[in-house]
């Protein structure tokens, strides 16, 4: 199985700042990489497939990167709806796999 | 607009079978993957295994020797089924639907199942 890792874990912020999550794979998946956000007791909500690829609404202050091993969700300026877990998950290989998760909350 | 929704029991006793069923509306079931992925609390994402609309399969390795997934084209809706279970398969359990590039776009609200005698 290709094992995700993302760093940080949490990461505490304001309305306005800048966060990058880092999402890393065991082995090489190109760009098949997808990133979801998820709110507490709600279903994970798609934002970024193909590595940088915008899902059809999501605003444009989420941005994604990387190929490879190494791959990065940035969201330029954080809004108050932002505050969640954001997850990433491979489709190169089955199984597909999820990162651990990255809790970003209210500093 | 594209809608799953997960229906079962929210209460298996160990060693018995997990029931749950995805019904999809508001989308053509044809052409598209259809996904069980689970969330034991507090825990991340695992995925479970999908069929595609003819049918066929792929599962877990890691829940393959327990799982089955069916399909019902006619009544738009696909099953999980998972056997033996323990007090580890606790868990949210999600349907959720992918294309040909197995990103997940559309998921149900998702089903709390608590395995507890």
């Known amino acids: 199985d290709i094992q995700m890792t993302q760093s940080p874990s949490s990461v505490s912020a304001s309305v306005g700042d800048r966060v990058t999550i880092t999402c890393r794979a065991s082995?090489?998946?190109?760009?098949?990489l997808a990133w979801y956000q998820q709110k507490p007791g709600k279903a994970p909500k798609f934002l970024i497939f193909a590595a940088s690829s915008l899902q059809s609404g999501v605003p444009s202050r989420f941005s994604g990167s990387g190929s490879g091993t190494d791959f990065t969700l940035t969201i330029s300026s954080l809004q108050p709806e932002d505050f969640a877990t954001y997850y990433c998950q491979q489709a190169n290989s089955f199984p597909f796999t999820f990162g651990p998760g990255t809790k970003v909350d209210i500093k | 607009q594209v809608q799953l929704q997960e229906s079962g029991p929210g209460l298996v006793k160990p060693s018995e079978t997990l029931s749950l069923t995805c019904t999809v509306s508001?989308?053509?079931?044809?052409?598209?993957?259809w996904s069980w992925i689970r969330q034991p609390p507090g825990k991340g994402l695992e995925w479970i295994g999908y069929?595609?609309?003819?049918?066929?399969?792929n599962y877990n390795p890691s829940l393959k020797s327990r799982v089955t997934i069916s399909v019902d084209t006619s009544k738009n809706q696909f099953s999980l089924k998972l056997s033996s279970v323990t007090a580890a398969d606790t868990a949210v359990y999600y349907c959720?639907?992918?294309?040909?590039?197995?990103?997940?776009?559309?998921w149900g609200q998702g089903t709390l199942v608590t395995v507890s005698s």
């Open positions: 959720a639907r992918h294309g040909d590039f197995y990103y997940f776009d559309y």
């Open positions: 069929i595609y609309y003819t049918g066929s399969t």
């Open positions: 082995q090489g998946i190109s760009s098949w």
């Open positions: 508001g989308a053509s079931f044809i052409s598209y993957y």
